[in-house]
């Protein structure tokens, strides 16, 4: 694939996810309270404040997934896929168990009158962990057809969930929960390309330092322009 058509097809999926997203947040100004819509959106910031290693972490796979790909290095690929995969879901475990131990604390703080779209949040970012592994396979992978569909459904699904939970009337924990489960819908639909890379058993020798001392700017300079635009 030429470098204009696989990136024109990127910028049209990034397109769709943007447009959804803004259509999201306007449809829930006009179906939330005041209350509830700023509410929705503090939880949406703390989530992606917290979820920031997430984004560190699909930057790294890219990196490293293109370079075995290129070498066609496939048992180092699978190898890096399986390990990373274990990783992210423990920490993913690690970073939702505050949300379920002081949801309380949070919900206060936040000005919530119920702990369950800090529950929510919590899901969410465990799927968060799992679901930014695949999508960092698919870009480093070079395909580019699945990573912009996966880019481009991740706002739309949001959108349309986010539309149908409101309309059944679950307010604030519905706007919550349909990025919660676009997400899980993204993990499902992105793992199944990917699954015959879990079925690879083979022992290859692990570049875990290598990936980690790569991965430290990587995490400063996203946790810096995360906290720029959401600590208010």
Request: hydrophobic content about 55%; proline content about 2%.
């Amino acid at each position: 694939m030429t470098l204009i058509k696989s990136g024109t097809i990127i910028f049209i999926a990034s397109m769709v996810g943007n447009v959804s997203n803004y259509l999201f947040q306007f449809f829930m100004s006009r179906h939330l309270t005041v209350e509830d819509y700023g509410a929705m959106n503090s939880v949406f910031s703390m989530m992606i404040i917290v979820g920031i290693p997430v984004g560190a972490v699909m930057l790294v796979m890219a990196k490293y997934i293109s370079t075995f790909n290129a070498k066609d290095e496939t048992d180092k690929i699978a190898s890096l896929y399986r390990n990373s995969s274990l990783y992210m879901a423990v920490a993913g475990v690690l970073f939702a168990l505050p949300f379920f131990v002081f949801s309380g604390a949070i919900s206060n703080y936040l000005k919530i009158d119920s702990v369950w779209p800090v529950l929510i949040v919590g899901i969410g970012i465990f799927a968060s962990f799992l679901v930014t592994i695949n999508i960092g396979m698919l870009q480093g992978l070079k395909r580019f057809y699945l990573f912009a569909l996966a880019i481009g459904m991740g706002g739309l699904l949001k959108f349309l969930l986010g539309v149908l939970l409101i309309l059944l009337g679950l307010r604030l924990n519905g706007a919550v929960a349909s990025v919660v489960l676009s997400g899980c819908i993204l993990y499902v639909l992105t793992l199944i390309p990917l699954r015959t890379y879990l079925k690879n058993m083979k022992k290859v020798k692990r570049q875990t330092k290598e990936i980690f001392l790569y991965s430290i700017p990587v995490l400063i300079s996203s946790l810096a322009f995360a906290v720029l635009t959401n600590i208010d």
